[in-house]
């Protein structure tokens, strides 16, 4: 999956900055080119904090502490507790299809490193699969500040996590920036989990749907941002191997195996980034189920099958529009 933005000349302008985090890209946009390096700081700060405490490839991360003493309670950050708590509400929203307990099951599929080093060297031993299903008795103790994750079991919070992020990022920036300045706009992006506040630029922000990012994609498809967020799932990267040793990083908790579908690309729009991360998740999880299923969940989405054909659910006007029909 990739997602590419941009602000384009054909709309009042738009200024960003971009860089590496949460083994992606991350950017920031704005409608005031004075106002962007102070945005870049503030998000290079937050997900700099993110990952100290919700990154599984950090030893001395809260999540990985608290993963090490699975079992007993653990001390760790609020914020931590927060995204927990989102990701298993999330959990709940999804039945299971995002648990963030399948963390065992995401390393026994190879995925045991940060994805540039998998990339570089190779996916780790597989391992039995792991379903999932403990969400359940993960223990968030706002009082004490504590987590417990379930014996056996190994935390990790993946996309949600970042849509989290966005979604905490751009409600700090509407009681601060945005509340002082009505009429600037911004966009804020982690991966492709993106989100939008404020006044866009002209019709909306110009978002690339694609697979790949060197424009040879017959696909891929402009679309313009007027409000909300967006998250795009699927398997086309983030893979490793070929063949039956073939693996990718969206594990399906019913089998603690790589998931299958149907769709190559599942988009979906929501007011949160959460939640149109892990609802795109889900429905690329539950294959030919997923129009149905986002349909009884009123989710706006566009569905991209394996053959090359776009499917469309629920109201994607309310959110965004074809470039071409601005």
Not at 285 to 300: I, T
């Amino acid at each position: 999956m990739a997602m590419e933005l941009e602000g384009t000349p054909a709309f009042d302008s738009a200024w960003g900055r971009t860089f590496r985090g949460f083994g992606t890209t991350v950017g920031v946009w704005a409608t005031n080119p004075t106002i962007v390096d102070r945005l870049e700081g503030m998000l290079r700060l937050w997900v700099d904090r993110v990952e100290a405490v919700a990154s599984r490839f950090r030893e001395d991360s809260d999540i990985s502490r608290a993963n090490a003493a699975a079992g007993s309670p653990v001390a760790v950050s609020r914020e931590l507790l927060r995204a927990v708590d989102a990701a298993c509400r999330m959990a709940d929203a999804t039945l299971g299809l995002c648990d963030p307990t399948v963390g065992n099951a995401v390393i026994g599929a190879g995925y045991d490193r940060s994805f540039e080093l998998v990339e570089a060297a190779g996916p780790g031993p597989r391992q039995p699969p792991r379903p999932g299903g403990a969400w359940r008795r993960v223990v968030v103790d706002h009082g004490t500040a504590t987590l417990t994750v379930p014996e056996g079991c190994r935390r990790g919070l993946g996309g949600s996590a970042q849509g989290w992020a966005v979604d905490s990022f751009l409600a700090r920036l509407r009681l601060g920036i945005l509340y002082a300045n009505p009429d600037l706009g911004v966009c804020v992006s982690a991966g492709g989990d993106l989100a939008v506040a404020g006044r866009p630029p002209g019709a909306g922000w110009t978002v690339t749907v694609q697979e790949r990012l060197d424009g040879d994609d017959p696909d891929a498809e402009d679309l313009l941002l007027t409000r909300g967020a967006m998250a795009t799932s699927g398997a086309t990267a983030r893979r490793w191997g070929s063949g039956v040793s073939a693996g990718h990083h969206v594990v399906d908790p019913r089998t603690g195996t790589p998931g299958r579908s149907c769709w190559r690309l599942v988009t979906v729009f929501s007011s949160s980034c959460l939640v149109a991360d892990t609802a795109a998740t889900a429905a690329w999880l539950l294959a030919e189920d997923a129009p149905h299923w986002l349909a009884e969940q009123g989710l706006a989405a566009r569905l991209v099958h394996e053959g090359g054909r776009a499917v469309y659910v629920g109201d994607v006007d309310r959110w965004v529009r074809p470039e071409a029909q601005a």
